[in-house]
């Protein structure tokens, strides 16, 4: 099994900037692939991005494309997204996946999962 744990969500004003990280155990993590999602209050559980295991593909949203960057530290057992220019309308529960098999775009593909840290935007 693999563990996961996000940190450094928090509130935010519009156009600032947060990095989260999720901190995995196990020996094997370096060979998963991570994801981050997010749900916001009402609505279904969302695609975020992606990285292989390698951290050579990445894969990332439109509503993300060139605010977010996703990376990894197989080293640190860690992953990172890097969030700038924040909107309101990115305010929601972030939450990072890990999956062996495939760096996938749905949270069906995903195995293990954090807790989820909270990321307020305000306008």
């Known amino acids: 099994q693999v563990q996961l744990v996000e940190s450094g969500g928090g509130l935010v004003q519009a156009g600032g900037s947060l990095r989260l990280s999720c901190a995995a155990s196990?020996?094997?993590?370096?060979?998963?692939?991570v994801g981050w999602f997010r749900q916001a209050p009402g609505k279904e559980r969302e695609f975020v991005a992606t990285?292989?295991?390698?951290?050579?593909?990445?894969y990332y949203a439109d509503s993300v494309k060139g605010r977010f960057t996703i990376s990894r530290d197989n080293a640190k057992n860690t992953g990172y997204l890097q969030m700038n220019s924040l909107k309101p309308e990115d305010t929601a529960v972030y939450y990072c996946?890990?999956?062996?098999?495939?760096?996938?775009?749905?949270?069906?593909?995903?195995?293990?999962w954090g807790q989820g840290t909270q990321v307020t935007v305000s306008s």
């Open positions: 996946a890990a999956d062996i098999t495939y760096y996938g775009r749905s949270p069906d593909e995903y195995d293990y």
């Open positions: 196990g020996r094997t993590f370096s060979r998963y692939a």
């Open positions: 990285i292989s295991w390698s951290g050579s593909s990445t």
